[in-house]
C-alpha cells in the first residue's frame, strides 16, 4: 500500500474554494485514489475516486496529475459544515474488499 | 450505499470486563472491517472478517483480545475483551460492497473503561 502524506491542518473560510494536496510517491499502476471525510463522531463518508486526470461529482474534484503521484481535493465555496478530518487513500480499485489503510488526514477548519 | 447498524452506540464498562460490538449490514458483503480510533487519532485496522474463516488480525492486533465472528454475510461481531482504561476508543465497522475498494462505514461504538 502506497503511503499518503497529507497536511496536518488547513484553515479557511466560508465560500472560498479549499484545496488539500495528497503526496503518494510510490502508487502503484493498479492503485486508485480515494477521499473520505470524517465528521466528529461519525465515520469516515466517502467522498470521490479516480485514477488519473479530474474527477468531478456533487460534492468535491479530484485533480490528479499524469505522474500520479499526488491529488487534490478541490472542496468549491466551503461552509462551516465542511469543517472535518480529510483523508486520501491510495489502493488497489476494483479488487472487492481490499482493506483500506487510513493515514493521518487533514483537519480543515471552515471559518465564519 | 450500504447501510451499516452498529449496536452498541456506546458503552461505559468495567476494567476486566468484555463488550461485544455488533455490526449488520443491509446487503451481503464478503469482506467487513473492524477499525480503532483513538481520540484524536486516525483509524487503525484491527482485522478483517471474511465470512466463513477466521478473522486476519492486523499487527499489534491478537484474537485472544478481539475475538471476531462472521457467522454469515450480513453479520459481524468485534469482543473486546478483558478491558483496560486503554481500550477506550471508538470502535468501527465497515463494509466493501461495491467492490472497488470504497468503504461505507457504521457510526462507531464509543467504549469508555473505568
Known amino acids: 500500500l502506497a503511503k499518503t502524506t497529507q497536511p496536518i491542518s488547513m484553515d479557511s473560510y466560508e465560500g472560498q474554494e479549499v484545496n488539500i494536496t495528497c503526496s503518494h510517491n510510490n502508487i502503484a499502476t493498479n492503485d486508485y485514489i480515494t477521499w473520505y471525510q470524517q465528521f466528529p463522531s461519525q465515520g469516515p463518508r466517502f467522498i470521490i475516486q479516480?485514477?488519473?486526470t479530474k474527477v468531478t461529482n456533487e460534492v468535491a474534484s479530484l485533480f490528479i496529475p499524469a505522474d500520479r503521484k499526488s491529488s487534490t481535493l478541490s472542496l468549491p465555496r466551503v461552509s462551516l459544515s465542511d469543517t472535518a478530518v480529510y483523508y486520501c487513500?491510495?489502493?488497489?480499485?476494483?479488487?472487492?474488499?481490499?482493506?483500506?489503510?487510513f493515514g493521518a488526514g487533514t483537519r480543515l477548519f471552515v471559518k465564519a | 450505499s450500504a447501510v451499516i447498524s452498529q449496536k452498541p452506540s456506546r458503552d461505559i464498562c468495567q476494567r476486566g470486563t468484555s463488550l461485544t460490538i455488533q455490526c449488520q449490514v443491509d446487503?451481503?458483503?464478503?469482506?467487513m472491517f473492524w477499525y480503532r480510533q483513538q481520540p484524536g487519532q486516525s483509524l487503525t485496522l484491527i482485522a478483517t472478517a471474511n465470512q466463513g474463516s477466521e478473522a486476519t488480525y492486523e499487527s499489534g492486533f491478537v484474537i485472544d483480545k478481539f475475538p471476531i465472528s462472521r457467522p454469515n454475510l450480513t453479520f459481524s461481531t468485534l469482543t473486546v475483551s478483558n478491558m483496560s482504561p486503554e481500550d477506550s476508543s471508538i470502535y468501527l465497522c465497515?463494509?466493501?460492497?461495491?467492490?472497488?475498494?470504497?468503504?461505507?462505514f457504521g457510526a462507531g461504538t464509543r467504549l469508555s473503561v473505568l
Open positions: 465497515s463494509v466493501d460492497w461495491t467492490g472497488q475498494n470504497i468503504q461505507y
Open positions: 487513500l491510495v489502493g488497489e480499485g476494483n479488487t472487492g474488499g481490499f482493506k483500506t489503510i
Open positions: 479516480g485514477y488519473k
Open positions: 446487503s451481503q458483503v464478503t469482506m
